[in-house]
């Protein structure tokens, strides 16, 4: 006989009850607001950012013919491929097009996907209309976000997969592939991502040791084989990698330089940039990466920044536990030099986090469904990735969004006595007077 919780985990997820009126509703918010944000703002930023000018310039060589190459033609490994080909795409349609907005336009649609997936599994989790518009009207307005559609960084694009995918799954058996499928591709926009099926594994067999009868609704078959399928596309760009360079196992890179960047003699020694990333090609003594790329090929300068983070750790072995603290301290802190607005997404951050720790005291969502395992195995993710490198909004950003769903589809019992002061105090006098107009009604048209 199965047991309740192991039903309630197969009823987690559910859209029926809810019309094609209000789903179409959902669709607009969530299509219209991040293309407002980018419109409004375009202006005041009209140049790229952060790594987004690096996504644009391998965008612009798969579109004009030169494939996967960097500024002077040779292949690159330095970024993961699936950012710069989706936005090759509307490149190839229109060479003679303004990089740029095009960029932002695209990322603004990979924001509206993100919205329209976060509101479906609230509206599933939650059975409920007001909760899957409130959702979809918060995620598509979310601050943080802002940075990520000017600058031309994936996360967008990184955030949408992971919601759709998360979504496919949590629908049912049929979808499950398909699920797995779009998870497979994070990856290749977020090399981080690469441990996300592994986590999920090591969530079950947690949850297994500890009472097997709550997530017998898995097979150990099943997903042995979705972890095969889940490996096959990063597998492939790392066999790429290999051909063109000759270093192995290489997904991306750039993690190279966060390595080192992480793991230096400024970022280890004790003062105001402990535990911070610091930009290699900024560090005291190194050479400009780009005087660097004349003499060395881009391999030859990522595996040459490998060895000297390696090197670092070697010989300071005892400093990197204090890094470790150091970074997760770090994505707790607010942190202003972007700007001091980075300092109200700190804020809404604490905020969000302190509702999802009385979220999980709730137990609303059982760990025993699969929106549960793969939000602790996004989790996981983010903590290693924070504890090894640092802290980093944009490696915070996929679990503030899947945060966000976990918020908006948890039944507070803490406020039920609001409900009950919002029912004597607002609507039964709403209720009232509109009962007194109705009946003085008649009574103005005899007059």
Known sequence: ????????????????????????????????????????????????????????????????????????????????????????????????????????????????MTAFGVALLVGGLSGSIRRMLLAVLVTALLPETQPLLLGGYCEPLATALLVFGILLITIGKRFFVSGVLVLSLLPLVRPNFLILWLAALAVIAWRQFHDPSRINFVSWRRLIGAALLFSIPAAAWVARNYLVSGRFPVLAGTSSATLYGNYNPVSGAWGPDFGKWIDPGQLPGENNPNHLSQRLSEAEDLRNLDLKGKEFIAHHWRVVPLLFVAHVVRSFLPSAENGAHMYSFWLLRLILYAAALVAIRQKSIPVDSWFGILLASTV??????????????????????????????????????????DEYFLRRPIALLVRARRNTMPERVNQ
């Not at 996981?380 to 950003?397: K, Q």
Request: charged share 15%; glycine share 4%; proline share 6%.
């Open 1 to 112: 006989m199965r047991s309740q919780s192991v039903v309630e985990a197969r009823k987690a997820f559910s859209m029926h009850g809810f019309t094609v009126r209000s789903i179409a509703l959902v669709a607009i918010l969530a299509l219209t607001i991040p293309l407002a944000r980018v419109a409004i703002f375009h202006s005041t930023r009209p140049y790229f950012f952060g790594q987004g000018y690096m996504y644009k310039e391998l965008a612009v060589a798969l579109a004009t013919g030169r494939g996967y190459s960097d500024s002077a033609g040779h292949p690159s490994i330095r970024r993961a491929p699936l950012w710069p080909f989706v936005l090759s795409l509307p490149m190839r349609l229109c060479r003679t097009c303004d990089p740029l907005p095009v960029t932002r336009v695209l990322e603004a649609l990979m924001h509206a």
């Open 380 to 421: 996981a993710v983010t903590a290693v990735t924070v504890v090894l490198y640092s802290g980093d909004d944009r490696y915070l950003y996929p679990l503030n969004i899947l945060l966000l769903v976990f918020v908006f589809s948890t039944r507070y019992q803490r406020f039920a006595p609001l409900n009950k002061l």
